[in-house]
Nanobody
Framework: VQLQASGGGLVQAGGSLRLSCAASGLTFSNYDMSWFRQAPGKEREFVAVVRPNPANTYYADSVKGRFTISRDNAKITVYLQMNSLKPEDTAVYYC????????????WGQGTLVTVSS
């Protein structure tokens, strides 16, 4: 199984980025797909999840209303649209996959760095 995250970069505060995570080697439609992030010196934290039904999503309070998670089961890809970015969003962003409703994240991508300048 591979999860390949991409789309990170440097952006000014208030700007936008879209992250992508392409999956392979798993039955994508059976998995919850999530984004986590880890800022320098901090623990990894949950950002958002999209269930196998793309209409079912959940967000951390810190990103609600600014970030949108989505998935394309045909393209086996999950996205994170990030708008109104803040310097505190600076982190390495990881995609992860959990089978069904287990809540156990079995697979992780390599991470993509997002840097938001003030």
């Amino acid at each position: 199984v591979q999860l390949q995250a991409s789309g990170g970069g440097l952006v000014q505060a208030g700007g936008s980025l879209r992250l992508s995570c392409a999956a392979s080697g798993l039955t994508f439609s059976n998995y919850d797909m999530s984004w986590f992030r880890q800022a320098p010196g901090k623990e990894r934290e949950f950002v958002a999840v999209v269930r196998p039904n793309p209409a079912n999503t959940y967000y951390a309070d810190s990103v609600k209303g600014r970030f949108t998670i989505s998935r394309d089961n045909a393209k086996i890809t999950v996205y994170l649209q990030m708008n109104s970015l803040k310097p505190e969003d600076t982190a390495v962003y990881y995609c992860a996959a959990a089978f069904g409703t287990t809540g156990r994240y079995e697979y992780w991508g390599q991470g993509t760095l997002v840097t938001v300048s003030s």
